[in-house]
């Protein structure tokens, strides 16, 4: 993947519900009355230590919905905190959920909506990653509120037990507080009922687990009961959620239940076998818009591209030689007839080695019958024509041919006499000799056609220019201003239709040739280069780069005069003059077509100049790859030459130190590795889960068989061995014209510390093969496409941007930087897609951006942290003053 993605571990789990042997429980301090409660003599002190707590639960314990009047969302989570710190304890609230405004990082594991059993499924994702050794358990209301539609409510206290027991086979140092339903009227009486039912359950539960002996309970667990009556209704405001006072007494039950554990000496130091530290925030919180910016180390710059292995492939330098002459007859009148070459069918060659085919359009326009197709052979010369039917009978002047919907196949396009643009669809398939058409609309010269794009006031039919200024593989329009000024509007479409149009404002500026008619804009190597053609054919020629900076207008490197010319006039409009790729060599060749004819043999000549030059395909910043390969936490910086020689420097960084960042000496020696493949159709990433990246080869982009090449790194060289994966070949929808144009992806979305193979459509939907230990597991969709706004998979990326081990989906606007988020939820039982996405707005297991110049190879890097976390005020934090709670039931 092309972002710097720091990777964090997260293994996966075996889940029983067999029964399992606790470590002994530390001596108890409290005394204990016949009647089941504890009699405290004196509360004991906080511990120097982190009570490192997990909220877990469903809406109530994220604080969702806001209780009316309360701006901060932070639920009950807060006003327990600041009672903790107040008495005492250092506090670090964890989890995957972020919500609220308080400064501890807002964790928890609150899921709206969740039953117990789904609690369970994210319990075993986050727990083992965050090793709480306070874990607090809110959870039924759903299943209270859903009464039995998809799990029975009297079996939910059976769903808490194997929750129960297996948190203590995950964390079994750490103290579990589970808690009866808070007082519930909701919409439907049932619920209230049901709240009674579960929390009898779970008292039932409670003393189950324990043991008859409650001096000597089986393991650290206690019940806190919120349905003892010291929370009324009066505390509930929508009939499950609590108010604000409601939230501060739970909180002060909580309390409660937490002092009993410590006055058993239940606590123990958490873990440090975890990727964070306690006492300096969490690597696991929401990217915030421009936090990069607000970082107080700033951007520094990571890339120099000083070496001689990072290359571009240097200017355009033009070499040519004579290809090909025929002597052709004309179909009618000379003067009527049109040579064009673009490609209409295809054999199945690499895209980037198809082949033009000529087209003759006679008789002065394009109506059936007048149009014949001849297949070129490669060599400079064609097959016998055929005809072809455009469906459109576009006068010559307005003849056009290009790619408007990124399929590989040239399309009929006819610029009107009054400037509108309409297409007809070139329909070939592989292997099709003879293209087939079909209009949009009902063509450009007929009543009630349908625009492909509207005429733009004030431009003339031969101001209209259509070329790929961004390299998406679709056409876009133009005009030329005046002063030779060029504005383009970007096709913006996804499919055969091009809205949204994009104005990408003026995309190249005036040099000074004073006649407008001899531009052209000509797709090479992906984008449209920019050509003035005079009058007796000579071209100066400019080459279009990826831009430098926001926005898409690109970066043109003059070329000079490319081509010497014609030696005699080639019009007015330069018709006589056409580009095509005849060679399959992907580089345009030049034909001239004779401006007069040999009356006697009634033929006149074409001449084909073969392009032998080279230069200016390439950019330095084309190869930046980034990927963990020798397993430090930190990504290396991987450089991938355009004919795939992998080079790896190795990042200096360390956990404990990285201000390599700021001095600039980030990066060991590069070592190489030469794979002889596309740079295309490589991708890095670690397949086998054992912290190091790989280098992942799509050995066929009709199919998507991969190859992996798996990194076996001793600390001193790498070692490379490739295997074929079995059951790969899923995903035919190969790469496309643009840099970042690629239907295959590989990403963690799983969690489990391996790639997954992600297969995605232009559309933006993406189906996967899950990677396991055991094998590739299909699951099908598992993001659809974005049906509010089209969301083109050329700006699409998967990520790690929050820190919980799973790769997200982030889309970045093209043109300001800004970038959308759909975080990952993780994989669901229903629906049409196997894992859900929430879109939010605009070292540690987060992925940074480098911004990385296509130009230079330069880059700057912008950390993207965690907030420190801690509390919210600074000295020592007040008591928050809670509700004064005497338990009212007997457990």
């Given at each position: 993947?092309?972002?710097?993605?720091?990777?964090?571990?997260?293994?996966?789990?075996?889940?029983?519900?067999?029964?399992?042997?606790?470590?002994?429980?530390?001596?108890?301090?409290?005394?204990?009355?016949?009647?089941?409660?504890?009699?405290?003599?004196?509360?004991?002190?906080?511990?120097?230590?982190?009570?490192?707590?997990?909220?877990?639960?469903?809406?109530?314990?994220?604080?969702?919905?806001?209780?009316?009047?309360?701006?901060?969302?932070?639920?009950?989570?807060?006003?327990?905190?600041?009672?903790?710190?107040?008495?005492?304890?250092?506090?670090?609230?964890?989890?995957?959920?972020?919500?609220?405004?308080?400064?501890?990082?807002?964790?928890?594991?609150?899921?709206?909506?969740?039953?117990?059993?789904?609690?369970?499924?994210?319990?075993?994702?986050?727990?083992?990653?965050?090793?709480?050794?306070?874990?607090?358990?809110?959870?039924?209301?759903?299943?209270?509120?859903?009464?039995?539609?998809?799990?029975?409510?009297?079996?939910?206290?059976?769903?808490?037990?194997?929750?129960?027991?297996?948190?203590?086979?995950?964390?079994?140092?750490?103290?579990?507080?589970?808690?009866?339903?808070?007082?519930?009227?909701?919409?439907?009486?049932?619920?209230?009922?049901?709240?009674?039912?579960?929390?009898?359950?779970?008292?039932?539960?409670?003393?189950?687990?324990?043991?008859?002996?409650?001096?000597?309970?089986?393991?650290?667990?206690?019940?806190?009961?919120?349905?003892?009556?010291?929370?009324?209704?009066?505390?509930?405001?929508?009939?499950?959620?609590?108010?604000?006072?409601?939230?501060?007494?739970?909180?002060?039950?909580?309390?409660?239940?937490?002092?009993?554990?410590?006055?058993?000496?239940?606590?123990?130091?958490?873990?440090?076998?975890?990727?964070?530290?306690?006492?300096?925030?969490?690597?696991?919180?929401?990217?915030?818009?421009?936090?990069?910016?607000?970082?107080?180390?700033?951007?520094?710059?990571?890339?120099?591209?000083?070496?001689?292995?990072?290359?571009?492939?240097?200017?355009?330098?033009?070499?040519?030689?004579?290809?090909?002459?025929?002597?052709?007859?004309?179909?009618?009148?000379?003067?009527?007839?049109?040579?064009?070459?673009?490609?209409?069918?295809?054999?199945?060659?690499?895209?980037?080695?198809?082949?033009?085919?000529?087209?003759?359009?006679?008789?002065?326009?394009?109506?059936?019958?007048?149009?014949?197709?001849?297949?070129?052979?490669?060599?400079?010369?064609?097959?016998?024509?055929?005809?072809?039917?455009?469906?459109?009978?576009?006068?010559?002047?307005?003849?056009?041919?290009?790619?408007?919907?990124?399929?590989?196949?040239?399309?009929?396009?006819?610029?009107?006499?009054?400037?509108?643009?309409?297409?007809?669809?070139?329909?070939?398939?592989?292997?099709?000799?003879?293209?087939?058409?079909?209009?949009?609309?009902?063509?450009?010269?007929?009543?009630?056609?349908?625009?492909?794009?509207?005429?733009?006031?004030?431009?003339?039919?031969?101001?209209?220019?259509?070329?790929?200024?961004?390299?998406?593989?679709?056409?876009?329009?133009?005009?030329?201003?005046d002063n030779e000024d060029l504005q383009c509007f970007r096709n913006g479409g996804i499919g055969e239709m091009a809205a949204p149009w994009e104005d990408m404002g003026i995309v190249f500026a005036g040099k000074g040739f004073r006649d407008l008619r001899g531009f052209r804009l000509v797709v090479c190597s992906g984008r449209s280069d920019l050509l003035w053609i005079s009058t007796q054919g000579t071209v100066t020629t400019y080459i279009n780069q990826r831009g430098e900076g926001k926005g898409l207008a690109p970066r043109w490197l003059p070329a000079g005069v490319t081509h010497s010319g014609a030696s005699e006039d080639v019009g007015d409009t330069r018709f006589r003059v056409q580009f095509g790729r005849v060679y399959g060599l992907g580089r345009r060749d030049y034909a001239h077509i004779a401006s007069s004819i040999d009356q006697a043999s009634n033929t006149y000549r074409v001449r084909i100049v073969r392009n032998l030059g080279s230069g200016g395909k390439f950019q330095k910043g084309d190869g930046a790859f980034w990927g963990d390969t020798t397993g430090t936490g930190f990504d290396d910086y991987v450089w991938i030459s355009p004919i795939g020689v992998v080079n790896v420097f190795r990042n200096k960084n360390t956990k404990s130190n990285f201000d390599n960042y700021q001095n600039g000496g980030s990066w060991e020696a590069s070592i190489s590795f030469a794979t002889g493949l596309d740079r295309r159709a490589l991708h890095i990433g670690d397949w086998d889960g054992d912290g190091k990246a790989d280098i992942i080869e799509v050995t066929d982009g009709k199919t998507g068989r991969i190859r992996v090449w798996f990194n076996h790194w001793n600390g001193k060289v790498f070692e490379w061995t490739a295997q074929d994966i079995a059951g790969?070949?899923?995903?035919?929808?190969?790469?496309?014209?643009?840099?970042?144009?690629?239907?295959?992806?590989?990403?963690?979305?799983?969690?489990?510390?391996?790639?997954?193979?992600?297969?995605?459509?232009?559309?933006?939907?993406?189906?996967?093969?899950?990677?396991?230990?055991?094998?590739?597991?299909?699951?099908?969709?598992?993001?659809?496409?974005?049906?509010?706004?089209?969301?083109?998979?050329?700006?699409?990326?998967?990520?790690?941007?929050?820190?919980?081990?799973?790769?997200?989906?982030?889309?970045?606007?093209?043109?300001?930087?800004?970038?959308?988020?759909?975080?990952?939820?993780?994989?669901?039982?229903?629906?049409?897609?196997?894992?859900?996405?929430?879109?939010?707005?605009?070292?540690?297991?987060?992925?940074?951006?480098?911004?990385?110049?296509?130009?230079?190879?330069?880059?700057?890097?912008?950390?993207?942290?965690?907030?420190?976390?801690?509390?919210?005020?600074?000295?020592?934090?007040?008591?928050?003053?809670?509700?004064?709670?005497?338990?009212?039931?007997?457990?």
């Open positions: 993947m092309k972002t710097s993605l720091f990777v964090v571990v997260v293994a996966s789990l075996a889940w029983s519900g067999s029964a399992f042997a606790l470590p002994p429980l530390q001596s108890s301090s409290a005394n204990w009355t016949q009647g089941g409660l504890s009699r405290i003599s004196s509360q004991a002190a906080a511990r120097d230590f982190y009570l490192r707590i997990m909220p877990l639960g469903a809406s109530i314990t994220k604080g969702e919905p806001y209780a009316p009047g309360d701006p901060h969302g932070n639920g009950y989570r807060k006003a327990l905190r600041d009672k903790l710190r107040a008495d005492g304890w250092k506090v670090n609230m964890v989890g995957n959920v972020q919500y609220g405004d308080m400064a501890d990082n807002v964790s928890n594991e609150g899921w709206p909506g969740y039953r117990v059993s789904e609690v369970f499924n994210k319990a075993s994702i986050s727990v083992p990653f965050w090793k709480p050794n306070l874990i607090l358990i809110n959870a039924g209301t759903n299943d209270v509120g859903q009464d039995g539609s998809v799990e029975p409510v009297a079996t939910t206290g059976v769903r808490m037990k194997v929750l129960l027991e297996n948190l203590f086979k995950l964390v079994p140092d750490s103290v579990i507080i589970f808690s009866t339903l808070l007082p519930n009227n909701g919409p439907k009486p049932v619920e209230s009922v049901n709240a009674k039912d579960l929390s009898r359950q779970y008292r039932a539960l409670y003393r189950e687990m324990i043991g008859p002996d409650e001096s000597k309970p089986r393991m650290k667990l206690l019940l806190a009961d919120m349905d003892d009556g010291f929370i009324t209704l009066n505390d509930i405001w929508d009939g499950a959620h609590p108010t604000i006072e409601g939230a501060r007494t739970m909180a002060a039950v909580w309390v409660r239940a937490i002092s009993q554990a410590n006055d058993r000496n239940w606590f123990s130091k958490p873990r440090d076998d975890v990727s964070f530290v306690d006492g300096v925030g969490k690597t696991t919180c929401e990217k915030k818009y421009n936090s990069g910016n607000d970082d107080p180390r700033g951007h520094p710059q990571i890339l120099s591209a000083s070496g001689p292995i990072i290359t571009d492939d240097g200017l355009y330098v033009h070499l040519s030689t004579l290809g090909s002459t025929c002597m052709v007859t004309p179909r009618g009148s000379f003067s009527n007839e049109r040579r064009f070459y673009a490609q209409l069918v295809d054999f199945g060659a690499p895209r980037a080695e198809g082949r033009d085919d000529e087209i003759v359009v006679s008789n002065g326009n394009a109506q059936a019958g007048n149009v014949r197709l001849a297949t070129s052979r490669g060599d400079g010369f064609f097959d016998t024509p055929v005809d072809i039917d455009v469906k459109d009978g576009c006068p010559v002047q307005g003849i056009r041919w290009g790619d408007v919907n990124n399929d590989g196949f040239d399309d009929f396009i006819c610029i009107a006499p009054t400037r509108e643009m309409s297409v007809s669809l070139n329909n070939a398939g592989i292997g099709q000799a003879v293209p087939t058409f079909r209009k949009l609309g009902l063509g450009c010269c007929l009543r009630n056609y349908i625009q492909y794009h509207p005429a733009v006031a004030g431009f003339p039919q031969d101001r209209v220019l259509i070329g790929d200024i961004d390299g998406d593989g679709r056409l876009d329009y133009c005009v030329l201003r790969s070949a899923f995903c035919n929808q190969g790469w496309g014209m643009g840099y970042s144009d690629d239907g295959h992806h590989f990403a963690d979305i799983s969690g489990n510390g391996r790639v997954d193979y992600l297969c995605m459509e232009a559309n933006g939907r993406t189906t996967a093969l899950i990677n396991e230990r055991s094998g590739l597991r299909n699951v099908g969709q598992v993001k659809a496409s974005e049906t509010d706004t089209p969301r083109y998979r050329a700006d699409l990326r998967f990520a790690d941007v929050n820190g919980d081990g799973r790769a997200h989906m982030i889309w970045t606007d093209k043109y300001t930087g800004d970038a959308i988020t759909w975080p990952n939820q993780g994989e669901v039982t229903a629906g049409n897609s196997k894992f859900t996405w929430l879109r939010t707005g605009p070292g540690q297991g987060r992925a940074d951006m480098v911004e990385i110049n296509p130009t230079t190879g330069h880059g700057w890097l912008y950390l993207n942290n965690c907030p420190t976390g801690g509390d919210d005020v600074a000295g020592a934090v007040p008591d928050p003053n809670l509700p004064i709670y005497a338990p009212k039931s007997k457990l």
